[in-house]
């Protein structure tokens, strides 16, 4: 499977590329290290990204982040703006990072085993699909005349498409979304509490500001993503004690706790008492 690069596509000192496409051949499965927008003019056909097949048609616009598998069949003609963007274009451009938070949470989510959950589909129509060919047709002359500051130009167009795409989605089910996000991030927890879990990472793989994503656990689940691997822990430790054997420092490791006298304090902090006496409480006797 080939891997397209972006030195073969964006031009030395720029990070973007636009270009209007017209194709009726079937483009083979493919991965590559930029982000992609690609806006559907005129025709119809099908994109697989991942293991995810869309049907797509005029108005249509598909985002496909770095590393995603694609492929497409044209139906029996596409004819698309696509723009090749380098993950470093956000970076190096006075833009808006919450309006990028939100698009990539909300557009670009993935479970923690990299599955998408949410179509990465936006299916534009009347006025909103005008508004949006007229914004990827400027953003092409643009890119193709490459007059003084037509990078900055095309910079504009590119938060405006943002800001659009934002707004469909948030109309369509902003909060089913989340629910989704939020129950991923819990069953993630359930499962791999015992390692070291960092929210940063973790907000990574859902294009989240940190920051950002600590705010949003907090306000959904009304406690913190330290609080919840904590109370996952203790859960689970817990269940050791009344059901098995093992010492206290072996549930400690057992739990993710690599020091033992911080595994008692945060025990006694839940229960109100060390976990030897809660297992001398709770554990069954035999009769």
């Known amino acids: ?11 030395k000192g720029d990070d973007i590329y636009v270009i209007h496409y017209k194709q009726s051949k079937l483009e083979p499965k493919h991965t590559h290290e930029f982000i992609e927008i690609v806006y559907i003019i005129e025709g119809a056909g099908r994109h697989k990204i991942d293991d995810e097949l869309y049907e797509v048609k005029k108005g249509n616009l598909l985002f496909i982040r770095p590393g995603q598998v694609h492929s497409f069949v044209p139906d029996p003609t596409l004819d698309y703006v696509n723009i090749v963007i380098e993950p470093t274009f956000f970076a190096r451009r006075a833009m808006n990072h919450d309006c990028l938070d939100k698009l990539f949470s909300l557009f670009v989510y993935q479970d923690m085993q990299g599955q998408d959950q949410v ?6 129509g009347g006025v909103e699909m005008a508004d949006v060919e007229h914004l990827v047709r400027l953003m092409t002359e643009e890119y193709d005349k490459k007059e003084p500051e037509y990078d900055s130009i095309i910079c504009l167009y590119v938060q405006v498409l943002i800001s659009k795409t934002i707004r469909w989605i948030e109309g369509k089910g902003k909060g089913e979304k989340l629910d989704l ?15 070291k879990i960092s ?10 500001n940190t920051s950002y994503f600590s705010r949003l656990i907090k306000n959904y689940f009304g406690k913190s993503f330290s609080d919840l691997v904590r109370d996952r822990r203790i859960e689970r430790a817990t269940e050791l004690l009344v059901t098995t054997d093992l010492s206290m420092e072996e549930i400690a490791t057992g739990v993710g706790y690599a020091d033992c006298k911080q595994f008692y304090k945060v025990f006694k902090q839940t229960y109100n008492c060390t976990p030897s006496v809660y297992r001398s409480k709770n554990r069954p006797t035999n009769k």
């Open 199 to 208: 929210l940063a990472d973790i907000a990574q793989k859902y294009f989240y």
């Open 181 to 195: 996000v939020m129950e991923d991030i819990l069953r993630f927890v359930n499962s791999e509490y015992k390692e």
């Open 119 to 124: 179509k990465c589909l936006v299916e534009f």
């Open 1 to 11: 499977m080939e891997k397209l690069l972006s030195r073969n596509y964006i031009k």
